[in-house]
């Protein structure tokens, strides 16, 4: 059975959220007042062209960063009044991250990549493990389990990191343009085992792309252009 959010609302919320940067004394406006819904187990293409600040606001909705305004709900919690401690906690419950450079941890393998978030969240090792098996299984890297990053290709690479970012069942996965660094056969391949795996979690994903293409493979489209939302 899927899993969905409990609250009755959408998974995430965004009111008038706004990020503004200072360069050589000059106000850079990034974001200027973004509102944004999303619903369990829907899954929302972030479109827009590089340097369109998708990352700055993953990285608000991921909880990664301060100096933003405006109000972040997730799972029905004001994200923007939590404590720090409070804040890691949820990133680490509700939240799912696939960046474009996989990040894996290079001394261990793709199946401890995968096992240790669990492990961090108080699952036995066992049940992490067998866990992480079944997730790399399903990308289709079961003969490549006690490989670490360096042995594998940037395709398998990225799987690790999909299954990483799930390996929680999280119910919202942000993603920043997952297969930029691919080719694009790799990239359609990756892509539609992602949305497949979010789909099968019954979790919602918010996901970055430059790609008017892979976009349109997803829910809903949403274009950033000059810090809002159209």
Known sequence: MSERADHGGPIVRLTGL?????????TIAVLRGIDLAIMPGEIV????????????????VGLLEGGFSGRIEIGGT????LSPAQRTTMRRDRLGFVYQ?????????????????????????DVATQRARELLSALGLAARLDHR???LSGGEQQRVAVARAL???PPLVLADEPT??????????VLGELLALVRGHGSAA???????????RMDRVVRLHDGLLA
């Not at 706004?18 to 000059?26: D, H, L, N, P, T």
């Not at 930029?180 to 391949?189: I, Q, R």
């Open 180 to 189: 930029g660094n691919l080719d694009e056969a790799t990239a359609d391949k």
């Open 167 to 169: 390996a929680n069942r």
């Open 206 to 216: 918010l996901i970055a792309t430059h790609n008017e293409r892979l976009a349109a």
């Open 78 to 81: 004001d994200a923007t009044a």
């Open 149 to 151: 990053p360096s042995q």
């Open 45 to 60: 293409a972030l479109l827009g062209p590089s340097g369109a600040g998708k990352s700055t606001l993953l990285q608000a």
């Open 101 to 125: 450079f996989h990040h894996l941890l290079p001394d261990f393998t793709a199946l401890e990549n995968v096992a240790l978030p669990q492990l961090i969240a108080g699952r036995a090792p």
């Open 18 to 26: 706004a990020r503004s940067f200072e360069q050589g004394g000059v």
